[in-house]
């Protein structure tokens, strides 16, 4: 058991992350709204997900409809052992929030589809439909099982895996137009992050 622990990570044979830089702040008909604080992250959470991820971005965008869009991506350099992704279903409960229903769907993204989820959300009067997909490595998760052997293949090859969650959401108490304008939004936003950064973000098509 020993002799098959990872001790090599893949974060540190790659470029390393800097989601600032990596993601536009201005892209097709989006813009950052600076005027608006996405308050997506409880500060009663925040030590407890400053040890899982390693990176974290938070930034709301608006088109020239007005329409907001809330964007929340998270890194871990480690997705091995307890070191895992803290996902929407468990952090939206956590912070009040209502689950309303759940489904498993897919994002069209650089012409080819991959797997996300969407999850329809309330607390009070807030409707707040969400979109996110997971990556580890350069595989795009599907399940908790996929995940898990995604996670055995890079430990085959002596490799510690790393994770990213990325999490679109809107206030919208339409799902179906929120989910729409989060897909067109996702869709925009990869193409204009650099093609050598863009696997970190929308895995790699030879890993489906």
Excluded at 35 to 58: C, E, F, G, H, R
Excluded at 158 to 176: A, E, F, Y
Excluded at 201 to 207: L, R, T
Aim: positive net charge; glycine residues 6%; contains cysteine.
């Amino acid at each position: 058991g020993v002799a098959l622990r990872p001790t090599i990570s893949i974060a540190d044979e790659l470029p390393p992350i800097d989601l600032k830089a990596m993601v536009p702040t201005a892209f097709d008909s989006w813009r950052e709204d600076v005027n608006v604080s996405a308050q997506i992250i409880d500060p009663q959470q925040k030590q407890m997900l400053d040890k899982i991820y390693d990176k974290t971005l938070s930034r709301t965008y608006v088109n020239g409809q007005g329409y907001r869009i809330m964007l929340s991506i998270a890194y871990g350099k480690n997705q091995s052992g307890a070191l895992q992704l803290h996902k929407p279903e468990t952090c939206y409960p956590a912070q009040g929030f209502s689950l309303l229903s759940t489904q498993a769907g897919t994002l069209e993204l650089l012409g080819r589809p991959i797997a996300a989820f969407r999850l329809a959300t309330s607390l009070g009067q807030r409707f707040e439909p969400i979109t996110y997909w997971t990556v580890v490595g350069d595989h795009i998760t599907s399940s908790m099982m996929d995940k898990r052997l995604a996670e055995v293949r890079y430990t085959m090859r002596g490799r510690i895996p790393d994770g990213m969650l990325v999490r679109i959401s809107s206030i919208d108490k339409s799902t179906d137009n929120a989910y729409l304008m989060q897909s067109q939004f996702a869709s925009e936003m990869i193409k204009a992050i650099s093609p050598e950064y863009r696997k970190r973000f929308a895995g790699d098509p030879k890993s489906d």
